[in-house]
């Protein structure tokens, strides 16, 4: 299909960088959302998100027509030959995911969809969707496709434009494949499969990288423990082609938008199933476990007690390269130091205003100002670059807690701190 008219719904990470990157491989596309001030904003090429590329995409697609933002999807899909869901399936009760707005969707265009037209769900919702979405639309005349999305937060245009794979499965193949075609400017292994297949590679794919995190994490208790440094065992590890080299760093815990409700609903379509998914569980317990022991980290830092005591927090995004506070264990762990009785001063580069139980401050140097402990908790490159000595003029302890292991142990030293990591010999 070289050119075609497409109707993305919802305007987020996912839906805006969709739309955008459709509209650059030459595709007609609609954008559609709820949030009328938003539509305004991207309707006049202001985006709101930190995407790098994002930007630049809109406000070409706009100059050059190929891309619109609508407030609405009723009217908007009358002529398109696809439609893409994406729409959030945030946790719902029990942590299955809530397919409220993918529901919506679908009510609302049920009488206007064009025959023939794919429903596509981009949006990551559990097997059994496209079934469940099929029945409520009640037309046979509109294949439903699965297209799960794998793009990253932080690089969502390189991402979407430089896949690692296309998937796209439906009960319909003809419709996978024309769904498939869509894509075809990019040179990426194509996997056309069955809906259910299609739905269950995202989730077993989220809830493998959280599984290989946790792993890291509790390895990296063992070396605590066993007085093993996790940097060189993950090397180590990761030039194993088996394994591989990527998502092997501890931290303070996994989080964001995507892998705390996909393992969630993993955990929960599994055991509708009849299966206990011990293994999943088990990494999601990990998880908790592991903010756990940061916290007690940075407890142990000023003398045992939180309460009173003045931490000074680098990150507060889930990532570096995001804005995006969703889920994020940085900001889970500042929360937590205030439940504790801490006073918490944060910085973040991407993130500014005001946040419940902490002073977001606009410069990192002020974190550090009467600090008792410094916490870095986001893996901004940034970081790396600070003055450190400056930083321990200005703090009143001596001890910063590098929850990434992001930066040079003795550049910390030589400014006369003392360099504390995951996993690894302190440096003192
Ligand atoms: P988001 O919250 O950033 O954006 C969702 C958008 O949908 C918002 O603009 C919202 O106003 C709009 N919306 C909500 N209900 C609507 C409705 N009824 N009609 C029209 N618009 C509506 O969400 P996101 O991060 O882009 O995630 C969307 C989906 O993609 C989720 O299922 C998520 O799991 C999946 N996903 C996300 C990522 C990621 O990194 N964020 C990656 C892969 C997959």
């Known amino acids: ?72 999807a009723r009217e908007a899909v009358a002529t398109a030959d696809a439609v893409f869901l994406c729409v959030p399936t945030p946790m719902g009760a029990g942590g299955s995911a809530d397919l409220r707005a993918v529901e919506a969707v679908t009510d609302e265009i049920r009488d206007t969809v064009p025959s023939g037209c794919a429903l596509v769900t ?128 501890p931290g303070p815990g996994w989080g964001g938008s995507c892998l705390p409700k996909d393992t969630a609903a993993m955990v929960r379509f599994a055991e509708a199933a009849g299966y206990d998914f011990t293994m999943l569980t088990a990494a999601i317990s990990e998880n908790l476990a592991q903010r756990e022991r940061v916290l007690a980290k940075i407890a142990g830092a000023v003398g045992g007690n939180l309460s009173g005591a003045r931490v000074g927090v680098l990150g507060l ?42 002073i977001v401050v606009d410069d990192p140097y002020q974190v550090a100002k009467g600090a008792d402990v410094v916490v870095l908790l986001t893996e901004w490159n940034e970081f790396r670059r600070l003055d450190w000595a400056y930083m321990a003029e200005l703090m009143v302890g001596d001890t910063v807690v590098d929850t990434r292991n992001l930066l040079d142990p003795h550049t910390v030293l030589d400014a006369g701190l003392i360099w504390q990591g995951i996993g690894r010999p302190h440096a003192r």
Do not use: W
Request: net charge negative.
């Open 317 to 358: 995004a889930f990532k570096a390269g995001t804005d995006d506070l969703r889920d994020s264990p940085a900001l889970a762990v500042a929360s937590a130091l205030f439940a504790h009785g801490a006073e918490v001063t944060a910085y973040d580069p991407a993130v500014g205003g005001e946040l419940p139980g902490m």
């Open 122 to 249: 981009k949006s990551t919702v559990p097997v059994g969707t496209a079934r469940r979405i099929r029945a409520l639309l009640g037309r046979a005349d509109v294949p439903v496709v699965s297209n799960p999305e794998f793009l990253r937060e932080g690089t969502a245009v390189a991402d979407f434009l430089g896949p690692d794979r296309i998937v796209v499965g439906s009960d319909d193949e003809a419709a996978a494949r024309r769904v498939a075609d869509l894509y075809e400017q990019l040179s990426a292994p194509v996997v056309v499969t069955d809906a259910a297949s299609a739905e269950l590679v995202k989730y077993a794919a989220n809830c493998f990288l959280a599984m290989k995190l946790s792993y890291v994490n509790a390895v990296a208790e063992l070396c605590e423990r066993l007085g093993a440094d996790i940097e060189a065992v993950t090397e180590g590890m990761g030039h194993d082609r088996r394994i591989g080299r990527s998502f092997l760093k």
């Open 1 to 72: 299909m070289s050119s075609a008219r497409i109707v993305v719904v919802g305007t987020g990470y996912v839906g805006l960088t969709t739309g955008a990157c459709l509209a650059s491989l030459g595709h007609r596309v609609t954008c559609v959302d709820v949030d009328e001030a938003k539509v305004a904003r991207l309707s006049a090429g202001r985006v709101d998100i930190l995407e790098p590329g994002l930007a630049e995409l809109v406000g070409r697609g706009l100059a050059a027509r190929r891309l619109s933002f609508v407030v609405g």
